[in-house]
Every structure is written in structure tokens, then in C-alpha cells.
């Protein structure tokens, strides 16, 4: 599986989401108690690219669209329907990286 570097981790705050681009991919970056998880940014209601700008209920984060919510850990909705995409994040030193992301769409 190949990794690509998409922010330091002195670019993450606790429980504010981080836009990071990859190829065409918007990837939503959140930190919770210190770990670090990649969702990709498009709902999978209205496919609005909006949940970097979500809020956060424990590890499920709400697109501020129209509430649907999705697990940061596995991508399940907890309110809606649908998945999100999720990518595996590994950090080595201040580099955070996740799996690359293929075209979803
Ligand atoms: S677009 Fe996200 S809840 Fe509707």
C-alpha cells in the first residue's frame, strides 16, 4: 500500500478538521485525543465537500450541510445514509501520510 505525505503534525489541532488535496481528492484530516484520521471530504448525501468543516460528536463528525454524520474510524453514517470514505494514516516523525486515494467518483 503507498502512503503519501499530506500535512505535519503540527498542522492538526484536536477536534478541528484540515483540508489536504491529493491528486483530486479532498481529503477532510481530523485529530481526536492525538490520533490522527482521514475522511474524504465529500458528503455522501448532497456530495457538498464540506466535512473538514464539520463538527465533531465523539469520533462521528457532522457535515454541517444537513447533519448526516460519519464515522471517522470506519465511515459508517450514524445519522443518514451512506459511507464515507476512509483512508489508514500513519505518522513517521512530524509526517502524517495516508494510503493514497484513488478516484471515488
Ligand atoms: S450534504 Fe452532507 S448532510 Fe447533506
Known amino acids: 500500500m503507498e502512503f503519501v505525505k499530506?500535512?505535519?503534525?503540527?498542522?492538526?489541532h484536536d477536534h478541528r478538521g484540515k483540508?489536504?488535496?491529493?491528486?483530486?481528492?479532498?481529503?477532510a484530516l481530523w485529530r481526536v485525543n492525538g490520533k490522527i484520521y482521514a475522511i474524504n471530504n465529500i458528503?455522501?448525501?448532497?456530495?457538498?465537500?464540506?466535512?473538514?468543516?464539520?463538527?465533531?460528536?465523539?469520533?462521528?463528525?457532522?457535515?454541517?450541510?444537513?447533519?448526516?454524520?460519519?464515522?471517522?474510524e470506519d465511515g459508517r453514517a450514524k445519522s443518514g445514509n451512506g459511507r464515507g470514505r476512509t483512508y489508514r494514516v500513519k505518522v513517521?516523525?512530524?509526517d502524517v501520510m495516508i494510503e493514497k486515494p484513488t478516484s471515488m467518483w
Open 6 to 12: 499530506v500535512a505535519r503534525t503540527s498542522d492538526l
Open 19 to 27: 483540508l489536504v488535496r491529493v491528486n483530486e481528492e479532498e481529503i
Open 43 to 72: 458528503c455522501p448525501h448532497q456530495h457538498f465537500s464540506m466535512l473538514h468543516q464539520g463538527t465533531l460528536d465523539g469520533m462521528y463528525v457532522t457535515c454541517p450541510m444537513h447533519g448526516w454524520s460519519f464515522s471517522l
Open 92 to 94: 513517521e516523525g512530524e
